[in-house]
């Protein structure tokens, strides 16, 4: 299955904990950072989108691509995000 990164951006404290969860729901994931997550699922870059647009605000963004061929990175959430990212992207 394909990864897909999806980056975001909103002031809401609620929405992002709500966003955070539905990332989850994936049940394959990884947080890169705060805003940046990566997730691995059958579903493409306008279902994602979709799936995770009724918990934004208007003006909220959401950034969802298909992970490519080549990731490079410094500074990942510990050993088991690492490897997660080097195996997955």
């Known amino acids: 299955m ?3 990164i999806v980056a975001f951006e909103t002031a809401s404290q609620t929405t ?3 966003l955070k969860e539905k990332l989850k729901s994936y049940g394959t994931y990884c947080p890169i ?3 940046c997550w990566a997730v691995v699922t059958d579903q493409n870059a306008v279902q994602i989108r979709d799936y ?3 918990t934004l605000a208007p003006t909220d ?10 990731a490079a990175w410094h500074n ?3 050993d088991k995000n690492n490897a997660w990212l080097k195996q997955r992207l």
């Open 2 to 4: 394909p990864a897909y």
């Open 16 to 18: 992002r904990a709500a």
């Open 33 to 35: 950072n705060e805003y």
């Open 52 to 54: 995770l647009l009724s």
């Open 61 to 70: 963004r959401l950034f969802v691509i298909r992970s490519g061929t080549e």
């Open 76 to 78: 990942a959430y510990g």
